[in-house]
């Protein structure tokens, strides 16, 4: 099996901390700017987009309309407190979520 690198962006400190944790088998990226998440996909490559929905100076679904118009082609996953959102072929976990929920939601994406 090869390296999986997942791209996380999520911008509350305390849940990014989290997913520091319960991610590191996956070689996971956490950052907590929309922004530097749009860099690193510049340079690097990820199996995996992990985004919150909404975060200041960029909602998480402005970051993947731009990351699929810079290339990305991997798979995509957010994770949002907002019940409206339209997935638009995204796959979506509301929060508050279980830690089992998304690791096993996380599976299913990268066997894909």
Known sequence: MTATNILVVEDE???????????TRYGAEVVECPFEA??????????????????????????IQKAKESGY????????????????GVDVIQKPFKIKALLSTIDTLLEK
């Open 73 to 88: 082609s991997g798979e995509i996953l957010m994770v949002t407190g907002d019940r409206y959102i339209k997935n638009n």
């Open 13 to 23: 400190k305390d849940l990014a901390d989290i997913y520091r944790r319960v991610l």
């Open 38 to 63: 749009l860099d690193r996909l510049k340079t690097n490559k990820y199996n995996l987009i992990l985004t919150d929905g909404t975060m200041p100076g960029m909602h998480g679904s402005e970051l």
